[in-house]
Nanobody, 129 residues
Framework: QVQLVESGGGLVQAGSSLRLSCAASGRTFNNYHMGWFRQAPGKEREFVAAFTWSGRNTYYTDSVKGRFTISRDNAKNTVSLQMNNLTPDDTAVYYC??????????????????????WGQGTQVVVSS
């Protein structure tokens, strides 16, 4: 079992930055691939960013490329999402998730919610124009 707790959300103006954190506890964190998803009001939850357990492979949805950076600190059991140049379209509840899939399966399915075994409760991000 892995427990995930997100933090760092808030209300910011367009053009600002936020850093979301996801603290993991339970099973060996290092073995899990990690991802961030978000759900905007009235929309389905969507993929944002992810990387493999080693951090060697990183993935981003097109709308955040060049603005968001995912990182992990295995020593601290945390995953972060640095979000720069935020826009109102980034307003959503952000979730981190952990996947115990094999590497081969994960690199072919990292954007699918069903690829993840554990989810946090989410943290709200609101970007005003």
């Amino acid at each position: 079992q892995v427990q995930l707790v997100e933090s760092g959300g808030g209300l910011v103006q367009a053009g600002s930055s936020l850093r979301l954190s996801c603290a993991a506890s339970g099973r060996t964190f290092n073995n899990y691939h990690m991802g961030w998803f978000r759900q905007a009001p009235g929309k389905e939850r969507e993929f944002v960013a992810a990387f493999t357990w080693s951090g060697r492979n990183t993935y981003y949805t097109d709308s955040v490329k060049g603005r968001f950076t995912i990182s992990r600190d295995n020593a601290k059991n945390t995953v972060s999402l640095q979000m720069n140049n935020l826009t109102p379209d980034d307003t959503a509840v952000y979730y981190c998730a952990a996947s115990g899939s094999t590497l081969y399966l994960y690199i072919n399915s990292y954007a699918r919610q069903t690829s993840y075994d554990y989810w946090g409760q989410g943290t709200q991000v609101v970007v005003s124009s």
